[in-house]
């Protein structure tokens, strides 16, 4: 938050009215004093005539001390409102610092969401078939997610129409929709320590659902070894076979599923225990378009074979007639 230009402009205008205020007081002063210092004694002359000189000292004095009492009030209602003006400038750059100073979340949005899907797609339909809850100690827990409450906020409302579940905003598309919770809901986001799903996407193989992924580079050892390590303490940490055959199962899975793929000589590829079952969109319209023509298809064959009864009756009636007619 900060000040706009439209209230930085109202206190300059403020400031210059004040300045203007003093400087046209100053110059009716001065033209006031002089007024009465030299031409009323030209338009008065009988009376000065009468009262004589100290009657005119008395008018200087009187005159010159309102018009210095006027000077003194204008220099410090401006004063005054100089001093507004330094306080509210103050206040502005208190805001403006405040808002350059606003939090950053060092975690990428994109790959988080890369991971989550990879979770959900790859992992959670077999945790959730054996019928097993992770800790909170995992980091695959959808509660270690900075990002999920934001992420379940989200409205895909049409192609190109997303829409904040928070303030119920609507957006052309979902990065403006992640800017719009970076500016509006950061306050919504946890970001403790472990709780930053793209730190796993080298565990959990994110450039296979990432659709902007760049052409996979020759194999590092190094770094498969690395994301191999993290895989299998994932598996210990998540799953841990102290736990029972549930876990034991699952630990087993886990390594079949992600962490043998990590490897430089020719190994499964990912996911090699297949995901989540989606339903085949093509097999649907298709079955749906079979559903609706089929009955069309049978009323035309039913037409069509009474259509034939009618040419049969008709060359049967024909042929009598020609018959009947010879015998005569």
């Not at 994932?234 to 390594?255: I, N, Q, T, W, Y």
Request: with cysteine.
């Amino acid at each position: 938050m900060g000040f706009h230009l439209s209230e930085l402009n109202i206190i300059s205008g403020l400031k210059a009215s004040w300045a203007g205020w003093a400087v046209v007081h100053l110059c009716y002063c001065s033209f006031f004093f002089l007024f009465v210092s030299y031409e009323l004694p030209l338009i008065n002359k009988s009376k000065r005539k009468q009262g004589g000189m100290e009657a005119e000292g008395v008018v200087r004095i009187y005159s010159f001390s309102f018009s210095l009492a006027v000077i003194l009030v204008s220099l410090v209602l401006h004063g005054m409102a100089a001093e507004q003006g330094f306080q509210q400038g103050v206040g502005t750059r208190t805001l403006l610092q405040d808002s350059s100073h606003k939090h950053e979340v060092h975690c990428s949005r994109e790959r988080s969401r890369a991971a989550w899907k990879v979770v959900e797609e790859y992992l959670m339909p077999f945790v959730e078939k054996q019928q097993f809850q992770l800790s909170k100690k995992c980091r695959l827990n959808p509660q270690n997610d900075m990002f999920r409450e934001q992420e379940e906020n989200k409205i895909h409302v049409d192609v190109n129409d997303w829409k904040c579940g928070f303030c119920k905003k609507s957006f052309r598309a979902e990065k403006y929709l992640d800017k719009h919770f970076d500016n509006r809901h950061s306050n919504l986001i946890n970001d403790s320590q472990g709780r930053c799903l793209a730190d796993l996407c080298g565990a959990l193989h994110c450039d296979q659902v990432i659709e902007s992924k760049k052409p996979k580079g020759k194999c590092n050892p190094a770094a498969a070894a690395r994301n191999r390590h993290l895989c299998e303490s994932l598996a210990d940490s998540c799953f841990p076979v102290s736990e029972g055959p549930k876990a034991s199962r699952l630990h087993e899975f886990f390594l079949r599923q992600f962490c043998d793929a990590h490897t430089c000589s020719g190994g499964p590829k990912p996911f090699s225990k297949g995901g989540k079952k989606r339903t085949n969109v093509l097999w649907l319209a298709s079955s749906i378009l079979i559903i609706l023509l089929l009955p069309l298809f049978y009323l035309l064959v039913y037409l069509h074979r009474r259509e034939m009864k009618t040419v049969v009756k008709d060359f049967r009636r024909i042929g009598k007639g020609g018959r009947n007619k010879k015998a005569s």
